[in-house]
């Protein structure tokens, strides 16, 4: 398929997609299935057939009569020869028909179009046409928008019968060698855009060339190899023209062809240029001069590809970023760097997507001194996408001396920023788009002060923290698809409207934090992992109160179809809107007086039976036989028992929770502070042996094992060893050897069916909760020392070697 036909037909398919039913019959794809005639049971629902790629040589009244829905139909590369006068009396609707590719011979005698009065899309190119004569036919398509056509060729008069048509884009391809134009043929037609695409190694015409210059406002020349001199010349020739939108697409020229022709388009009165799909050859070792006066406003270059090995790249970029537009594009480019002016720059845009650029751009490097770029002053609008970006401190020093920056979009790289040099954005920035980046909850303190907008979709955000940079001016926020736990606090967006939090780890949102919002109009958290609790009652008052008509305040966007609970098990998946939660089992007073007024009644009924029973006698000789019991089997310990075992505890914690394990646990337990030996694998595993040999090491000379309890434990497979290995000890030393820390909530739903002895542990034994208030981190410490607390035979030893 030729890339015209290819373009038609995809313009075509996205129209009938938009349009299109969902009957799942209205599509029929019958391509390549070897049909010589339509098949007589097509579906009536039918809104899109593809017959293309068939052996169909004629078209019959009634062929389509069962398919009065047809909108979009291709018979594209068959052998059509003729089609009946009457084929699509019994479709109405028809509005794309692609024709191409066949042996149709006359283009005055489609007598068929009379009953196509509807169509939007007419492809009938790649046919045996010798001459391009229209009929009268063709002044029926009054809505036609597109067409292509091809001929051998070309006079005046053949487009007379459509003189009347308004279209969008002409398409004419010349297929033959031989194909010749006679000028001013093109005088009847109306379109805003004229695509003519070559085929082979063809050389376009003079006259043709210099009529659509000269009648349209749009021109695109496709797939060309040669004949750029004689462009180039006949550009300088009409330095005014009606063109003010030129394309060249699907093209294999040369470097010094494609500077000369852009360094005359420069000097036109072509205001748009975009080259797509370019191979270019013969590149530069030395700068080439770049035109510095220029009436066009837009340069693009799309699918650039580059032939030589050799070449200066740096004489390319200069070449690129000194034309002098006001919007300059090099976009899907595998370009890795790109330099800096040599002049103050007019240029308003730049957007440099789904290229390979790095932190490098823009910037210099003389002797040992790094140089930012100062000449981009008036550039308004940045676009970075796609790229292979790492730092946002280093991104801002590059872009520092844009004065003029708003509108920033780094969506899409792998940006970082880890708080500890500061950022120096320019001042102007209003509009901020950081998407689908690695940016944590630091990148609030390398923001630009005048931000209005911030787009920090798909990032790994999961708290926002109290000491960043005042955003005075931000109004939305986007922050979804983060990690977030609960509600921001606005304290540093006094101004904020806008706060989008969908797909994030909010359970129980807490409402009250919106308080410090005073502005705020829109808020979704759609598509969190909720809890519905006592905790919850607050946030669901809150969506029910946003539906109401009389509601002024927060707007909560998608209530209530995309808020579900996910815990309890019992209401999984039921709707927010759909859960009651008693007050009386979150009220404290109610509950209080419902279960404190007959449990004092029967308490003292208790109190009173027992003494009169002497129970409490009984009960303080079963308290002294316990202890006694206890005692008896903790001397069972005997020394020779303990030989070998060095340390107080093993602990076993996952990687990414080392940071309050070295800065909290440790201290705590080890030195002055609680004179305990702790074994963990960043100090005591040996070089050399595996990491199960590790593991079983230190469990042996550890007199009990502690689990640092969280989310991230609970994914680690060594962490599963660990324990599989800590429970099998625990037979030895008894319950008391393992040691159960809870660094965060850790729902039993969220433990994996391989942990079976973790949740059997987790409902037997009493666990330690790390607290998150500061007044109880001491009492804390106090019992996870107590329950460590040992005699060792080898500890002093082993203090000593150390």
């Known amino acids: 398929m030729t890339p015209v036909t290819a373009a038609l037909w995809a313009a075509a398919m996205l129209m009938g997609l938009q349009g299109s039913s969902s009957f799942p019959d209205s599509r029929v794809d019958l391509s390549s299935k070897n049909l010589s005639s339509v098949p007589r049971d097509l579906p009536w629902k039918a809104e899109s057939i593809d017959l293309s790629c068939n052996h169909i040589q004629l078209l019959h009244r009634g062929d389509f009569k069962n398919t009065p829905l047809l909108r979009f139909l291709n018979i594209s590369w068959n052998s059509l020869k003729d089609i009946d006068e009457e084929t699509f009396l019994d479709t109405p609707l028809l509005k794309d028909l692609d024709l191409s590719h066949n042996g149709l011979r006359n283009l005055s005698g489609q007598r068929y179009l009379l009953h196509t009065e509807n169509l939007l899309v007419l492809n009938l190119a790649f046919n045996k046409f010798l001459t391009m004569t229209l009929g009268s036919e063709f002044s029926s398509l009054v809505k036609l928008e597109t067409l292509a056509l091809g001929a051998q060729n070309i006079s005046l008069g053949d487009f007379k019968n459509i003189a009347k048509v308004k279209l969008r884009t002409l398409t004419l391809s010349l297929e033959n060698k031989s194909w010749s134009y006679t000028a001013g043929s093109l005088i009847d037609v109306q379109a805003q855009r004229l695509q003519i695409a070559l085929t082979g190694s063809q050389i376009l015409d003079h006259d043709l060339v210099a009529d659509a210059l ?207 040099l500061e950022c120096f954005w320019p001042p102007n920035i209003t509009n901020m788009t950081l998407s689908s980046n690695g940016l944590t909850g630091s990148v609030f303190k390398c923001l630009p002060k005048a931000t209005e907008n911030l787009d920090l979709q798909n990032n790994q955000v999961s708290v926002i923290p109290s000491s960043i940079l005042k955003l005075r001016n931000l109004s939305s926020l986007n922050l979804n698809s983060n990690r977030l736990r609960d509600l921001p606090v606005c304290t540093g967006f006094p101004l904020l409207s806008e706060l989008l939090l969908k797909s994030n780890s909010l359970h129980a949102p807490s409402v009250n934090k919106l308080e410090s919002c005073p502005e705020l109009k829109t808020l979704d958290v759609s598509y969190n992992p909720f809890t519905c609790t006592c905790a919850l009652r607050s946030f669901i008052s809150l969506g029910i109160k946003s539906k109401r008509r009389s509601h002024t305040g927060i707007q909560l966007l998608s209530w209530p179809k995309d808020y579900y609970c996910t815990y309890p098990e019992a209401v999984r998946d039921f709707s927010l809107k759909d859960i009651s939660i008693p007050e009386v089992s979150c009220n404290v007073g109610l509950l209080a007086a419902a279960i404190l007024g007959p449990a004092v009644i029967v308490m003292i009924a208790i109190v009173t039976m027992c003494h009169h029973l002497d129970v409490p006698w009984y009960m303080g000789m079963i308290w002294q036989w316990t202890r006694a019991k206890h005692r008896a089997r903790m001397l069972q310990v005997r020394p020779e028992d303990l030989l070998g075992v060095e340390f107080h505890a093993f602990v076993s914690y996952s990687q990414h929770d080392s940071d309050w394990v070295q800065n909290s646990l440790l201290p705590n337990l080890e030195g002055p502070a609680g004179g305990l030996q702790i074994c963990h694998h960043e100090k005591s595993f040996v070089p050399g042996k595996t990491i199960i040999e590790n593991i079983i090491t230190c469990l042996e000379k550890s007199r009990r094992s502690v689990f640092v309890l969280s989310a991230n434990f609970v994914k680690s497979e060594w962490c599963h060893y660990e324990l599989y290995f800590a429970s099998h000890q625990r037979l030895a030393w008894g319950p008391d050897s393992v040691v159960l820390v809870l660094l965060e909530p850790l729902p039993q739903y969220l433990i994996p069916s391989k942990y079976n002895q973790l949740k059997s542990m987790m409902n037997r034994h009493t666990y330690l909760e790390w607290p998150q208030e500061r007044a109880k981190h001491r009492l804390f410490w106090a019992n996870l020392r107590a329950a460590l607390q040992a005699d060792l035979p080898n500890a002093s030893v082993t203090h000593e070697e150390e």
């Not at 004489?315 to 976009?331: Q, R």
């Open 214 to 420: 000269s009648l349209f406002a749009e021109v695109e020349l496709m797939n060309l190899r040669s004949g750029y001199k004689d462009l180039s010349e006949q550009l300088i020739e009409r330095v005014e023209t009606l063109t003010s939108h030129l394309y060249l697409t699907n093209i294999y020229i040369s470097w010094k062809d494609l500077t000369d022709c852009v360094n005359i388009l420069l000097r036109t009165s072509i205001t748009h240029l975009r080259i797509s799909d370019v191979t270019m050859y013969n590149m530069p070792f030395q700068e080439t001069i770049v035109t510095q006066t220029s009436k066009m406003k837009s340069f693009t270059v799309r699918k650039a590809v580059v032939k030589d090995f050799f070449f200066s790249q740096e004489a390319v970029y200069n070449f690129f970023i000194n034309i002098p537009v006001e919007s300059l594009a090099m976009v899907e480019m595998p370009m890795i760097h790109m330099t800096c002016p040599k002049s103050h720059s007019p240029i308003l845009q730049l957007d440099f997507s789904n290229c390979a650029l790095s932190d490098s751009i823009f910037s210099r490097v003389e002797g040992e001194e790094i140089l930012e770029c100062e000449k981009l002053d008036n550039v308004r609008k940045l676009n970075l996408v796609g790229n292979n970006f790492r730092s946002l401190q280093m991104l801002s020093k590059r872009v520092q001396y844009m004065k003029s920056l708003r509108h920033l979009d780094l969506s899409i790289n792998s940006l970082v920023y880890d708080g500890l």
